[in-house]
């Protein structure tokens, strides 16, 4: 559903793009993994047209997505840091969220699932940081999409709500959905993810299956296979 063909991005005189070339068609979990910098957070900005790519192009549905809008209404995004108007409700928040956008939602369901039932008539700046998250998560999958784009999803969770989020995830991945997410917990990738995307340096370092990578970077486990990657190569002086 989501093509990316030499993608180019930069940022002033950083390059952070460096002529990415990926098919993300895969339905199921795929881990964007990379250490910070490496550019994924750019990428997915970019597909949801938060950012736009200096060269290179974003297919969506075999359509290009440049100077498009109406293809984000496919996408649910939850943001690695979301802001929030603090003087409202979650309530509030939520009503505004479901003006702004009519139709059928999930938030029963998502207000449950997350505990969030008591927090619902506080103000924003009384939350706290695990429930901001949560009211992140609430308003990011209340609809449902058949893409589920998540930046670092788990901050701030306690155990029962993270969880919860992966029962969540597990659900929407039968169903055939397309879910891409970021994490530095390799657990969570271990235990999760059907497919792997590792960007070092702004390219395309992998693409495969977790026991793939761990094959490739001679056996182990997912951290160690992680580990040996960015494991800088050592110098060597014939001198």
Known sequence: MINIQNLYKS???TTVLRGLILDLNQKGITAILGPNGSGKTT????????????????????????????????ISHVAQIAHFPE??????????????????TRDDHLIELFELEKEMHKKMRNLSGGNRQKVNLLLGLMYDNPVTILDEPSNG???????????FLREEARR???????????????????????????????????????????GG???????????????????
């Open 221 to 239: 486990g997912l951290e160690e296979a992680i580990a040996s990657i960015l494991k800088p190569t050592p110098v060597v002086n014939n001198a």
């Open 87 to 104: 003087n409202l409700t979650v309530y509030e928040l939520l009503q505004m969220a479901k003006d702004l956008r009519p139709g059928p």
């Open 11 to 13: 940022f002033g005189k």
């Open 43 to 74: 990428l997915l900005k970019c597909i949801l047209g938060l950012v736009i790519p200096n060269d290179g192009k974003i297919l969506f549905d075999q359509k290009p997505i440049e100077g498009k809008h109406l293809y984000r209404q496919h």
């Open 176 to 218: 055939n959905k397309q879910i891409l997410i970021t994490t530095h917990i390799m657990s969570f990738v271990e235990e999760m993810a059907d497919h792997i995307v590792f960007i070092l340096e702004g390219k395309i370092y992998f693409t495969g299956s977790p026991s793939s990578l761990i094959e490739m970077q001679g």
């Open 157 to 167: 969770l306690d155990p029962v709500s993270y969880l919860n989020l992966k029962k």
